[in-house]
């Protein structure tokens, strides 16, 4: 695999605060800072993308669904939320300071799981050239998968980073190892930092 810089771009997704546990359980800050390094090295641009929702949850989706995160079953005394956990400007919606977010990289504030519904993010590529997407972050199952689908729709090319995404361990194996590779590529760090030199 080769990767042409100047057609590249990372999208470091959900890298936040409200997600550390989940990141550092992953193990995921190391594999995601060496990319960060060595994307920057290949002036590869960086686009982060990061829920972003109004306090009062005018903005939240509305979706109907069986179950919470942990599929357990919505109830009288467990409700499905209207609002969200974290809102636009909480410490909980803020990068993790260990990954050097930088003033000229692209902030791609979403309302939606998939980092492509609603936001600049397609414009943002197309205009720079770029039809491949380096994709990290999580959870896997959820806005790393709806992106590559909506990516793959939109006919780019998408390199889902596997030590560099986070998220439940028994659905991140599985659309790792058996989703993915029938709609992309699925590489490590040190493949995709060979495949840009």
């Known amino acids: 695999m080769e990767l042409d810089p100047r057609r590249t ?3 470091v997704f959900d890298m936040l605060e409200a997600y550390r546990t989940a990141i550092e ?8 800072q060496r990319l960060l ?12 993308a990061r829920a972003d929702h109004r306090p009062d949850g005018a903005d939240f989706a509305r979706t109907l669904t069986d179950s919470d995160q ?3 079953p919505w109830s009288a005394g467990s409700p499905q939320p209207d609002r969200p956990p974290h809102g636009s400007g909480s410490p909980g919606l803020r990068v993790l300071r260990e990954l050097d977010q930088r003033a000229e990289d692209y902030q791609v504030p979403k309302h939606r799981w998939s980092a492509l519904s609603g936001t600049h993010l397609e414009l943002s590529m197309r205009s720079r050239g770029i039809d491949t997407i380096l994709l990290v972050g999580g959870s896997t199952h959820v806005g790393i ?6 990516a793959r729709d939109l006919d780019f090319q998408i390199v889902v980073v596997r030590d560099g995404c986070h998220g439940f361990a028994e659905q991140r194996a599985f659309f790792l190892d ?3 590779p029938r709609m992309c590529r699925v590489r490590t760090v040190d493949e995709v ?3 840009l030199s």
């Not at 359980?25 to 594999?31: F, I, L």
């Not at 390094?37 to 982060?48: E, K, L």
């Open 9 to 11: 771009g990372l999208v």
């Open 70 to 72: 942990r599929l357990r």
């Open 25 to 32: 359980e992953a193990g995921t800050v190391v594999p995601v």
């Open 37 to 48: 390094s060595g994307a920057r090295r290949a002036a590869v641009p960086v686009f982060w």
């Open 145 to 150: 998968a709806s992106t590559a689908y909506a």
């Open 193 to 195: 930092l060979a495949a």
């Open 178 to 180: 058996k989703v993915f």
